[in-house]
């Protein structure tokens, strides 16, 4: 399996931004996918999460309103579009896929809010 993710830039508190997963070499359209972040010297926490269909979807409290996950199986691609950002969203920004019992990682994509 692999993950590829984009999206990631330097944006202004209250600025907006869209990260992108492409996925390859595994059945995505079976996958639940997930978005993770991991902060400078803190653990990796589970930020979204989003059924196979993309009927179903679970949101960490701290972005829950402002951030939405979703996925398009036709193109093998889930996406997270964060609005509002705060500083506190700094972080490197993981894709993960759940795949019959199997984890996979993307390298992950950096994003600071910062003015």
């Known amino acids: 399996a692999q993950l590829v993710e984009s999206g990631g830039a330097l944006v202004q508190p209250g600025g907006s931004l869209r990260l992108s997963c492409a996925a390859s070499?595994?059945?995505?359209?079976?996958?639940?996918m997930s978005w993770y972040r991991q902060a400078p010297v803190k653990e990796r926490e589970l930020v979204a999460v989003?059924?196979?269909?993309?009927?179903?979807?679970y949101y960490a409290d701290s972005v829950k309103g402002r951030f939405t996950i979703s996925r398009d199986n036709a193109k093998n691609t889930v996406y997270l579009q964060m609005n509002s950002l705060k500083p506190e969203d700094t972080a490197v920004y993981y894709c993960?896929?759940?795949?019959?019992?199997?984890?996979?990682w993307g390298q992950g994509t950096q994003v600071t809010v910062s003015s």
């Open positions: 070499r595994f059945t995505f359209s079976t996958s639940v």
């Open positions: 993960n896929a759940l795949y019959y019992g199997s984890q996979y």
């Open positions: 989003i059924s196979s269909a993309g009927g179903g979807t």
